[in-house]
């Protein structure tokens, strides 16, 4: 226990370190060069052009993280550092937490996270190094007909998985029964209101939906509708 507590301790205080110096880094380059170059923005001109961006990423980048961080963990900081949250670090611990068979928010499910999302940031280096380097001589596969229309499906084929892995009832030490209730009647609303009334922002329907299915799983599991059955351990 006392292992586990320290354990718990470092990854924070690593991961808390490391978010500052992410921050700091970021910032401090456009500061920066615009010291250099002295062509700091107006404040007119920066609300005027963000505004606009801080009105489309605030609401996707806080539902992120109240979706995200129950489900990675410790995992979390490195996740947010390196970015690519829903369509590549999400799915890989998701992966690997149904893989290894271990719960969500449970010591050994924030471990296995944490290694996926590590190995994750580390192959997607790998590979836009090897893109950087290989760009021209693979400049006219890249643009051939059959890789332009198959890299239409990618992102759609990331969120199918996502969502394929999220509709199975086990949960490691548990099985959730009849789960996907709970997505009904926020996901209609969601099509109604995006398809007949106005589009709607991504962040801000994930924030939207996010306490009407706790409700919705809620009512459902008082109702018998949702049920939990605990897994006998082996042996």
């Known amino acids: 226990m006392k292992q586990s ?17 992410a921050i700091l880094w970021m910032l401090g380059i456009p500061t920066v060069m615009c010291g250099v170059y002295h ?23 806080v539902s992120e993280v109240i979706t995200c961080v129950p489900m990675l ?13 829903s ?20 010591d050994a499910g924030d471990a296995v996270a944490t290694v996926a999302v590590a190995v994750s940031s580390i192959v997607t280096t790998v590979i836009v190094a090897l893109g950087v380097l290989l760009l021209v001589p693979l400049q006219p596969v890249l643009e051939s007909e059959p890789v332009r229309i198959a ?20 949960a490691g030490g548990t099985v959730i029964k009849g ?38 799983a809620w009512v459902l599991y008082r109702m018998g509708q949702i049920r939990v059955v605990h897994l006998e351990p082996n042996g």
């Open 73 to 85: 963990g410790s995992a979390s900081y490195i996740t947010f550092i390196t970015g690519n949250i």
């Open 179 to 216: 789960k996907i209730k709970a997505a009904i009647l926020p996901g209609i609303l969601v099509f109604v209101i995006h398809v007949f009334v106005t589009p709607v922002n991504r962040g801000l329907a994930i924030l939207a939906c996010i306490p009407l299915c706790m409700v919705c």
């Open 87 to 106: 369509n590549l670090k999400l799915p890989c611990a998701l992966n690997a937490l149904e893989m290894a068979d271990v719960e969500q928010n449970s």
């Open 5 to 21: 507590d320290s354990y718990i301790r470092s990854v924070h205080r690593t991961g808390r370190i490391g978010s500052a110096l």
């Open 151 to 170: 890299g239409n499906y990618i992102l759609p084929a990331l969120y199918g998985c996502l969502f394929l892995s999220q509709m199975t009832s086990k």
């Open 39 to 61: 062509m700091f923005p107006s404040v007119p001109d920066l609300l005027l052009f963000g505004s606009g961006l801080l009105a489309m990423y605030v609401p996707t980048a």
